[in-house]
């Protein structure tokens, strides 16, 4: 029978499965991890480690900003407390990263990897038309919002993270098991899901992992040539994904001269909206939750009236809780960077590439105002970031990894 003290580190560890998965499970998942946390008791040493992460001070600014604006500036008629909420999603972080760091971190990653070969296999299925058509697989079938995107951006870290193990790994059998993977991952990333930002993701991050080796073997240049040769296959031969990337440059064309775009670029008419918003009051920001309210005064009748959100969530940001807010969420990711690339080991990069991924799609997706995305970030950065704790902070020394 399982010790009641660690059930929350089980329950860690199976939950980078459900990002494949319907977004209910997930949340299912959340909630029992919130109820396991409480009953498993030890509430001083989870605090102590709550406070000595290295997140704390700015994940505590972000809270206070965001409390202050809720409390006098300007409240939204409906979705205020919702909207409110949503700004707290980086104190799951530090719930998630006060597990005591053990072997339930690397079942995760195992976990993930699992989680987006299922993914990869859906997508192959449906190319086969052997996919069911019920609604657990309509995330798969149709493109269907957040969640399709976020499966082509998770398919995107996986590819990237299991690049970084091919190169990092000695073991032969263990590199050619993974860059099996990486192949049976890439495919349906390119090809099947509809999504630019993961494509995105996995260039930058293979930049990345690229960059972090610093001396270039014959297997880190052999694995930058197949990325190159990959991405350009994918543009060649990926009638979905060179049809986006021609609709965006087109609509960044149209929008520039002031003629009508298409569906897929009202972005573009939602930067607009929120760059006003924060020209206007950009030092407080005009309230939290705001948005939803703005949007359909200042763009009535037209195609962006019903979005919760710009799908940026720096302009989203600065134009509910202003500059304050904005550097409190550029706080916590850049040290998050930080953090990452002085570990640089293992954890440490693990950490970095999860990072960057949440900082680019953020800059097109609703990346942490919105939970389909923001709650599978925020777990996914807890593996690496579990344990963690500024040197200066009490028991530091500790800790199986101590961050000054």
């Given at each position: ?44 040493v989870k605090w102590r480690r709550i406070r000595g992460s290295p997140i704390f001070v700015p994940v505590l600014l972000l809270l206070l900003v965001s409390s202050l604006a809720a409390a006098f500036l300007d409240r939204p008629d409906v979705k205020f ?272 590439m999860f990072t960057t991924a949440l900082i680019v799609t953020a800059m097109f997706n609703a990346a942490v105002r919105d939970t389909v995305f923001g709650m599978p970030f925020m777990l996914l950065l807890a593996v690496p970031l579990a344990g963690a704790i500024r040197a200066d902070s009490p028991g530091g020394s500790d800790e199986r990894l101590s961050i000054?």
């Amino acid at each position: 029978m399982i010790e009641r003290a660690k059930l929350p580190e089980l329950i860690l560890s199976i939950l980078p499965l459900t990002f494949f998965l319907p977004a209910y499970l997930g949340h299912i998942g959340v909630a029992l991890f919130v109820l396991a946390y409480a009953a498993s008791g030890n509430y001083r040493v989870k605090w102590r480690r709550i406070r000595g992460s290295p997140i704390f001070v700015p994940v505590l600014l972000l809270l206070l900003v965001s409390s202050l604006a809720a409390a006098f500036l300007d409240r939204p008629d409906v979705k205020f407390w919702t909207g409110y909420a949503h700004y707290q999603i980086f104190v799951f972080l530090l719930l998630f990263s006060s597990i005591q760091p053990g072997d339930w971190q690397r079942r995760a990653i195992k976990m993930f990897y699992a989680g987006a070969v299922l993914a990869a296999t859906f997508f192959y299925l449906k190319q086969m038309l052997l996919l069911p058509e019920i609604k657990f697989f309509a995330s798969y079938l149709e493109y269907s919002g957040n969640k399709s995107i976020l499966l082509g951006i998770f398919l995107g870290v996986a590819s990237a993270g299991l690049l970084e193990e091919v190169i990092r790994l000695q073991d032969r059998r263990a590199k050619l098991i993974r860059l099996a993977m990486l192949l049976y991952l890439v495919i349906p990333m390119l090809f099947f899901a509809r999504t630019r930002t993961g494509v995105l993701v996995f260039a930058v991050l293979c930049v990345l992992v690229i960059a972090g080796r610093l001396k270039m073997s014959w297997p880190l240049f052999a694995c930058l040539i197949g990325s190159l040769i990959l991405l350009i296959t994918a543009w060649k031969f990926s009638p979905n994904l060179q049809s986006r990337v021609d609709t965006t440059l087109k609509d960044v064309a149209a929008f520039a001269r002031g003629e009508k775009i298409s569906d897929e670029g009202i972005r573009l008419e939602m930067y607009r909206v929120a760059v006003t918003m924060i020209a206007e009051k950009p030092i407080t920001g005009h309230g939290v939750g705001i948005w939803y309210q703005q949007i359909r005064e200042r763009a009535p009748a037209s195609r962006i009236e019903s979005m919760a959100t710009p799908h940026n969530d720096y302009l989203l940001y600065c134009a509910e809780i202003g500059l304050l807010g904005l550097a409190a969420l550029l706080w916590i990711l850049f040290r998050l960077l930080h953090l990452g690339w002085k570990v640089r080991r293992e954890r440490g990069m693990g950490l970095l590439m999860f990072t960057t991924a949440l900082i680019v799609t953020a800059m097109f997706n609703a990346a942490v105002r919105d939970t389909v995305f923001g709650m599978p970030f925020m777990l996914l950065l807890a593996v690496p970031l579990a344990g963690a704790i500024r040197a200066d902070s009490p028991g530091g020394s500790d800790e199986r990894l101590s961050i000054a």
